[in-house]
């Protein structure tokens, strides 16, 4: 079972559904936990498009205004839920995993800015954790640090810090190593300040039970926090589908493709016949063509993430240049419009029915097919 948990930030921004769904996806998440909603009646279709098509099972806390706000989702047919608490600053949901006789209870953490509070909430947590049995993990943004290296051009406030670890003590704990060469998981607008923020702890029989566990920081995208993946379980991927997606129609690219394809011409093949023809060799074309466009695409989308990782861990050791800024400023604009794109993949991924309408329109849309009452007639050149 594989865990993400991201501050996101507010819900309602756009590209931020398609760049957690693409994480999603990429590392089969199981359990996804998100912190600032910053919205109140979240909807169920408003979250699907952040979890993706499979089903899920999900429990939410709203925000208070623009402040807070949570939301635990997972997939049901893996984790199955007979218990949920919900807190202003944590969601509680006990199950078991499929596979695992163990309880387990997932707590999804977004700890108050106020020290008072935040005092109160590690107390009930630890109270919380002695109502079950069981494996147990709680992620999340703690809004607090363990020691000073945790902070970087901001207060270290050692108190706070000493409450903090008690917690941890007191709820006997322990932190998963943090990999993805961050030692920082919030980053300020500006890049001047960093704090690691968000964190994964569990259980000595969670730890047990997933020795091999990894933890990654992702990059920074569309939010200042880093989401964190935890990986307990082998990622294995087949061989993808050709699919058609919406995205690709905006490209001017394609319509030169549409009308190579046509202007080579079907010979002297029947009309079924050569429509057939027309579409498996489309197909191949646009295979070809997205082929080399995406090797372009995804080129200058892993240059602009490189350049934005790397931007970030010089700001983990030392204050950013104007120029570097603006270099960062960039960067996110590069991956803002990838994202965009993918979000218009998420919209509708077209299957086979959805790609021949398509192909209709453009073709009647170029006199090569002729709708005539009931038939649509091809007009062979």
């Known amino acids: 079972m594989n865990f993400l948990s991201v501050n996101v930030r507010g819900v309602g921004v756009a590209g931020k559904p398609a760049w957690i769904n693409q994480i999603i996806r990429e590392n089969r998440v199981d359990f ?48 199955s839920v007979t218990h949920v608490t919900t807190n202003r600053n944590f969601i509680l949901t ?9 309880l ?3 707590v999804n953490v977004y700890a108050p800015n106020d020290l008072g509070l935040r005092r109160n909430l590690w107390n009930s947590l630890v109270d919380l954790k002695s109502n079950f049995d069981g494996l147990w993990i709680f992620l999340g943004d703690f809004n607090d640090v363990r020691s000073p290296d945790e902070r970087f051009n901001s207060v270290f406030d050692p108190n706070s810090a ?3 670890n008690n917690f941890i003590s007191r709820a006997d704990l322990e932190e998963y190593s943090m990999g993805g060469g961050r030692r920082f998981t919030y980053m300020s607008e500006d890049g001047e300040k960093l704090s690691k923020l968000d964190r994964v702890l569990v259980n000595e029989s969670f730890l047990n039970s997933w020795p091999d566990a990894t933890l990654k920081a992702l990059p920074r995208l569309h939010s200042d926090h880093c989401p964190l993946i935890l990986i307990t379980s082998a990622i294995h991927f087949g061989v993808a589908p050709f699919r058609f997606f919406n995205s690709w129609l905006g490209n001017n690219n394609l319509d030169e493709v549409v009308a190579s394809v046509f202007s080579e011409g079907v010979g002297g093949a029947g009309p079924d016949k050569a429509l057939s023809c027309i579409l498996k060799r489309l197909k191949e074309k646009i295979k070809e ?15 602009a993430v490189s350049m934005l990782s790397v931007l970030e ?8 240049s104007m120029d570097e800024k603006l270099l960062r400023v960039e960067s996110k604009r590069i991956i803002s419009i990838w994202e965009q794109k993918k979000c218009k993949d998420l919209a509708r991924k077209l299957k086979l029915n959805g790609f021949l309408r398509e192909t209709i329109i453009r ?19």
Do not use: Y
Not at 59 to 71: K, M, N, T
Not at 94 to 102: A, D, M, T
């Open 32 to 79: 996804f936990g998100v912190q600032e909603t910053q919205k109140v009646a979240v909807s169920r279709n408003h979250m699907g498009k952040f979890w993706g098509n499979n089903e899920f099972e999900w429990a939410v806390v709203d925000a208070i205004g623009r402040s807070g706000g949570l939301v635990s989702m997972w997939n049901p047919a893996l984790f």
């Open 162 to 164: 000493l409450a903090f």
């Open 289 to 303: 063509w997205r082929s080399k466009a995406n090797e372009a695409e995804l080129l200058e989308f892993k240059r």
């Open 94 to 102: 006990v199950g078991n995993i499929k596979g695992v006789e163990s």
């Open 104 to 106: 387990c209870c997932i």
């Open 363 to 381: 073709l009647i849309f170029m006199g090569l097919l002729i709708v005539e009452k009931h038939r649509i007639v091809l007009v062979v050149l």
């Open 313 to 320: 861990e010089h700001a983990e050791a030392r204050s950013l």
